[in-house]
């Protein structure tokens, strides 16, 4: 926003672009009710509102370097060489929380952290330079404060469980950014291409349509989960499914599923309610997949690519043949 558009883009058009993005991917997932299933089906642009283009709001729509920036937004920060840094914004997650004349002071701090300087200017930063300060931060502060390590045999080899869970819809920590480190996990403990199968018996990873940082939003809320992780360490019942209920319908009541599998709606029956539903499916499409796959950490600046079997930028390839397992 800064470089492009020479600072914020005004509240209402971004919140007019991801409405319009969810309204427009809305049925991708079998149903309409305002929720995504997986925001990584959508490949909605916001040049769609444009000024003056057909099917473009009357209010709040956009010039084409607020839509340029928006979109580079949800495609994730690239490097000179063309390569995704880190993963992208959802579409159905609020940009507001990286809107402003000033960001937050979790992320300038962070800068200066980086830096070793609290007195670093964040305002030199461009678009040019993320791949920079993204390999620096990794560098300088990545072992502190990043999650990383896939190596959790001692969780499994104890008999421990993980629960984890995010709403798809987080405006402050990119949804991607977990299914990551689920991937690498998987991948460790699989030998190859990530077979979440592997981890089922120990470690489940949940994803919650709609739901904002944790917790909020339009999609309904996870609910007893901490009693949901009672009932499968101490009685050995692995969740199947974790229910969720309100959001912006109060009495909606859903399934949220053990990842890969999504809520699919049995095609009768009031969409309000998680009995008309059931988990299934595979969400790791290859078009999934690819968007998620980025640079090599603490190598952010260059060429290379983090791989994980069929997870590489050939299987990627539009001519491809490979099937993503």
Same mark, same amino acid.
Not at 64 to 69: D, G, H, I
Not at 151 to 170: F, H, P, T, Y
Not at 197 to 205: A, D, G, N, P
């Given at each position: ?15 007019? $672009?991801?409405?319009?993005?969810? *309204?427009?991917?809305? !049925?991708? +997932?079998? @149903?309409? &009710? =305002?929720?995504? %299933? ?20 009357? $209010?709040?729509?956009?010039?084409? *370097?607020?839509?340029? !920036?928006? +979109?580079? @937004?949800? &495609? =994730?920060?690239? %490097? ?26 979790? *992320? ?8 070793? &300087? ?208």
């Amino acid at each position: 926003m800064k470089d492009l558009v020479g600072g914020p883009i005004a509240a209402a058009k971004l919140n007019q $672009a991801t409405a319009s993005a969810i *309204a427009a991917c809305d !049925a991708l +997932d079998g @149903i309409t &009710d =305002g929720l995504l %299933n997986d925001p990584r089906r959508c490949t909605w642009s916001a040049t769609n509102n444009i000024c003056g283009r057909q099917g473009a709001p009357a $209010a709040n729509c956009l010039t084409q *370097a607020e839509a340029t !920036a928006i +979109d580079m @937004i949800w &495609d =994730g920060p690239r %490097n000179s060489k063309g390569k995704k840094v880190f993963v992208p914004y959802s579409r159905a997650a609020s940009l507001l929380a990286i809107n402003g004349t000033t960001p937050s002071f979790t *992320a300038t701090s962070q800068v200066q952290w980086n830096h070793e &300087d609290a007195s670093f200017d964040w305002h030199t930063l461009t678009i040019d330079g993320y791949a920079d300060e993204a390999e620096l931060g990794s560098n300088v502060n990545g072992d502190l404060i990043n999650v990383m390590s896939p190596a959790l045999d001692w969780v499994r080899n104890s008999g421990k469980k993980i629960l984890m869970w995010q709403g798809e819809a987080d405006q402050l920590i990119q949804t991607e950014n977990s299914l990551n480190y689920y991937d690498h996990v998987a991948n460790y403990f699989s030998g190859g291409t990530p077979d979440f199968s592997v981890l089922q018996s120990w470690f489940r990873y949940f994803r919650a349509p709609g739901v904002a940082h944790c917790g909020g939003g339009s999609g309904p809320q996870p609910v007893a989960l901490f009693e949901t992780m009672v009932n499968w360490v101490e009685n050995g019942v692995a969740p199947d499914s974790i229910l969720a209920q309100g959001g912006a319908v109060p009495t909606r009541t859903r399934l949220l599923c053990p990842f890969p599998q999504e809520a699919i709606y049995i095609g009768s029956g009031s969409t309000d309610s998680a009995a008309n539903f059931y988990c299934g499916g595979n969400l790791q499409t290859k078009n999934a997949v690819c968007q998620g796959i980025i640079t090599k950490y603490k190598k952010e600046t260059q060429g290379g690519v983090d791989t994980m079997g069929t997870y590489n930028e050939a299987t990627c390839n539009p001519n491809s043949n490979v099937t993503v397992r």
